[in-house]
């Protein structure tokens, strides 16, 4: 079934009507920028082949109604407070909602929303940007509002830092906003501007999700997210004008480094030498050559490994395999981390027969598999025609 039949069947089945608008959103991988883009570094991602697609239809009551087929309904007729528990989902949309009604959005009456995804969950692949880019799109529609990309990026990521109360940088809803079938997203998080890099379509992306999530996975990003500005802080008492890490180059901070907390000294060292990492990448994919970036993504695991201490020992065991195998070429942990996938980028010379041996390798040592996911890097957010 495809996209548009799933989610109004999903609505009408919810909602006993027909939908006026329909709107999909890709999930995403980081590729290489880890933990880089709240630190105003630059980061790539692709967008991928699974996300979220939501149906929309407005109504002349005051009510907001939030039906899928993974999370609880949600009901309330007011908009701009929070949901809690298991009714947290709606949150999304309704954060977007609200970020868009301080864009310009004219409230009236209200909404009933149905939303479908193909992202599992809690694999770092980004659901949550999927459904609120998708929301965004349908919103924009269904209320003539017109906003650009790069506007709808950044009121989803508002959204998730004010509504949903996440710190995000604004890597998960650019990359959803502005994939492009066959093209990395580059995103420069300081300018916040995007672009798109071509990779070429022999060239895919694997995913090894792990099902293994650390129980605090929220306040470890929480923490890490302070340990850089704390870094920031730290290298200003010592003398430098900065603001940010990416203010700082990899020789400054060298020079400085043994001076900071130890903790903090790791924290800032692995964003430095990333952000110099996504310019190496960038360099080589400006010049066609795919194949050679595979080294800069095993270096960028290993720093989480060892320096930002995101990774956890499932990552580190799926990338170790991976990096022995010529036919892929690179792997690394994709996203906050403490659990979740590893990614791989490979050419058409890895196959699911590859893929099988690492997950069986994988159960060899952890007793279960991890699912593996084959994904086309692809669009990003858009609307559906309604058939
Ligand atoms: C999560 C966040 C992103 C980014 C990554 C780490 O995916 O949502 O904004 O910080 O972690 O690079």
Same mark, same amino acid.
Request: no cysteine; charged share 20%.
């Given at each position: 079934m495809s996209h548009s039949d799933s989610v109004t069947s999903c609505f009408t089945e919810h909602f006993q009507s027909q939908p006026q608008f329909l709107a999909t959103a890709p999930g995403r991988v980081?590729?290489?920028?880890?933990?880089?883009d709240y630190n105003q570094g630059p980061v790539i991602g692709a967008a991928i082949d699974k996300g979220v697609s939501v149906a929309l239809r407005r109504i002349d009551e005051r009510a907001f109604r939030f039906a899928s087929s993974d999370f609880p309904f949600v009901e309330t007729n007011d908009s701009s407070s929070k949901q809690n528990g298991d009714d947290a989902w709606a949150n999304y949309p309704l954060g977007v909602y609200n970020a868009l009604i301080r864009r310009g959005l004219q409230q009236s009456g209200g909404f009933e929303i149905a939303v479908k995804s193909d992202v599992p969950s809690g694999a770092g692949l980004s659901s949550s940007a999927a459904l609120e880019l998708a929301s965004a799109k349908a919103f924009c529609a269904a209320y003539e509002l017109e906003l650009s990309d790069k506007e709808l990026a950044i009121a989803c990521r508002e959204a998730e830092n004010e509504f949903v109360g996440v710190p995000c940088g604004i890597l998960d809803q650019g990359v959803s906003a502005f994939g492009k079938t066959g093209h990395l997203v580059h995103i420069d998080c300081r300018e916040i501007e995007f672009s798109t890099i071509p990779l070429g379509s022999e060239y895919s992306i694997w995913i090894f999700n792990t099902h293994q999530k650390h129980s605090l996975v929220e306040s470890m990003y929480a923490t890490r997210h302070e340990e850089c500005f704390e870094a920031v802080k730290q290298l200003e008492s010592l003398g430098l004008d900065i603001?940010? %890490?990416?203010?700082?180059?990899p020789q400054q901070f060298e020079a400085h480094k043994?001076? %900071?907390s130890p903790n903090v000294r790791k924290r800032a060292e692995h964003v430095v030498c990333e952000i110099e990492r996504v310019k190496q990448v960038c360099a080589l994919l400006a010049e066609g050559k795919v194949s050679e970036v595979g080294g800069l993504l095993f270096d960028s695991h290993e720093s989480s490994r060892t320096l930002f201490e995101n990774s956890i020992e499932e990552l580190d065991y799926l990338v170790s395999i991976l990096k022995s195998m010529p036919e892929v070429i690179g792997a690394r942990l994709t996203?906050?981390?403490?659990?979740g996938a590893a990614m791989a980028l490979a050419g058409e010379a890895f196959t699911q027969s590859y893929a099988q041996s690492v997950a069986s390798a994988y159960r060899g040592r952890f007793g279960e598999e991890p699912d593996v996911l084959h994904c086309q890097v692809s669009e990003g957010a858009r609307l559906l025609s309604i058939s």
């Open positions: 980081e590729v290489i920028g880890n933990h880089t603001s940010y %890490l990416a203010d700082i180059t043994d001076r %900071l996203g906050g981390g403490f659990g």
